[in-house]
């Protein structure tokens, strides 16, 4: 069974996205609501302790006075999305720190709008509109985001840890953050979204649109220890061309299964993008154009076409790679709007990194991410030599809070890694059918 995938949207039309293929049944979590909240749908509890998210953020989350969320503050629990908007509304201002613990299936049917002077929510989606210093995680049998997304916009220092968001739409009903599974907005600073799980069930024409967005001056993000899969698009660091104010964001341990783009698509700014598992990209991986530099370390590409370079544009981006393996890797001819970095990709820009990070070898990649990436695998981090551990507790006091500064150049540079050599495991240099015993991906007609 095809799903298509058509490519105009709002964020910005980009040529030559396909039709979804292969859609995989969602896994369902069980999660019984422990405790009533906010009245008929849920009262929340102080916890007696202040308690935080587990490990501490890394990659650009580090920067910029660092992401702590809600570390310091409150702990309240949770069971419907009004309960997490009431415990938004009901702190002492929009800055007061606070952790909100999550248990079980939040839905359009338990998630309403709560007002209140320190918040700004709405009906129909998880709202961090005009807060700070607040972690999300779910806990307990689990939390669930069901077709319901998480909308951050104007916002700094967020921590969403261990949720599983499916199946937002943003046509056909219902409806909800503009199809976007996580979506970040205006003026956000410092977002860690760590071990989540970002699913799908196909493209655009099936109503569904980004996993993982950034757009319109978002700055020091992290997506790590997560899962996307399943959707036309994985994600996306820009709205257009034009808007170029996004920059300084890290992707490392996910896994991107069964995505036919983006997997960022990058439009200015820069990216570290390390120690990533990658399957079945079907129409283009990284997608770096408008000037962007993307920073490409230690990941795993596998069964995937066109996984690197410039797509549907002719407004060139920028890599530094090293470490990478190429299994099965598939590369479509250049031409004027489509600049492959394959099949033997090499570096034509340098990254500086402003923070320390360890690089797991990648051919152990694909182990690893498979036991630590995604909600509900115990929170559990790569050591660095490709073994998972439990990390310790963050800090129970914030940090320097984040500024909102104007957008710059790259960071002073700072610590780096040493490069690799790349390795490619039976690629080609062009593509025009996919890997046999696969679906075949049908290019939609450019826009």
Excluded at 166 to 182: E, L
Excluded at 260 to 286: C, F, K, M
Excluded at 288 to 308: P, Q, T
Aim: aromatic share 6%; glycine share 12%; with cysteine.
């Amino acid at each position: 069974m095809y799903m298509t995938h058509n490519s105009t949207a709002r964020d910005s039309k980009t040529k030559g996205e396909a039709r979804m293929r292969r859609p995989v049944a969602l896994r369902l979590y069980a999660a019984l609501a422990t405790t009533a909240l906010v009245a008929a749908t849920g009262v929340v509890l102080s916890v007696p302790e202040a308690s935080a998210a587990t490990g501490a953020a890394t990659g650009y989350a580090t920067q910029n006075g660092g992401t702590t969320g809600g570390a310091g503050g409150q702990t309240v629990r949770a069971t419907t999305g009004t309960a997490i908007h009431a415990a938004l509304c009901g702190r002492a201002s929009s800055s007061t720190p606070i952790t909100i613990e999550v248990e079980g299936t939040v839905n359009h049917g338990n998630t309403s709008k709560v007002s209140g002077a320190s918040c700004n929510t709405a009906d129909g989606v998880i709202e961090l509109k005009q807060v700070s210093n607040v972690t999300i995680v779910g806990v307990g049998s689990g939390a669930v985001f069901d077709q319901l997304g998480i909308h951050i916009r104007d916002a700094s220092n967020i921590i969403i840890q261990n949720v599983t968001v499916r199946n937002v739409k943003k046509s056909g009903s219902p409806t909800s953050n503009g199809g976007d599974a996580i979506g970040m907005e205006s003026n956000v600073r410092n977002v860690w979204a760590d071990h989540v799980t970002l699913e799908a069930s196909g493209g655009e024409s099936e109503g569904y649109d980004g996993l993982f967005d950034m757009k319109d001056n978002t700055q020091y993000v992290t997506l790590s220890y997560s899962i996307l899969r399943n959707s036309g698009r994985g994600g996306l660091v820009g709205s257009s061309e034009s808007d170029l104010s996004n920059s300084f964001i890290t992707y490392h341990h996910n896994l991107y299964e069964n995505i036919d783009s983006r997997a960022p698509l990058l439009r200015g700014g820069t990216a570290h993008i390390y120690n990533n598992h990658y399957v079945s990209l079907n129409e283009s991986g990284i997608n770096s154009r408008a000037g962007a530099r993307a920073k490409v370390d230690n990941n795993y590409f596998e069964d995937s076409k066109d996984v690197l370079g410039t797509f549907y544009t002719d407004a060139a981006g920028y890599w530094q790679v090293s470490g990478n393996v190429f299994d099965n890797v598939t590369w479509s001819s250049p031409g004027s709007e489509n600049k492959p970095a394959g099949p033997d990709p090499k570096s034509n820009t340098t990254v500086s990194i402003p923070y320390p990070y360890s690089l797991d070898g990648a051919g152990c990649v694909p182990g690893v991410v498979s036991r630590t990436a995604g909600a509900d695998k115990g929170l559990q981090v790569s050591n660095g030599n490709c073994s998972p551990q439990t990390p310790a507790p963050t800090p129970t006091s914030p940090t320097t809070p984040p500024t909102t500064p104007t957008p710059g150049p790259t960071p002073t540079p700072g610590p780096t890694q040493p490069g690799g050599t790349n390795l490619s495991i039976g690629a080609g240099s062009t593509a025009p059918a996919r890997p046999t015993g696969r679906a075949t991906a049908t290019c939609g007609t450019a826009t």
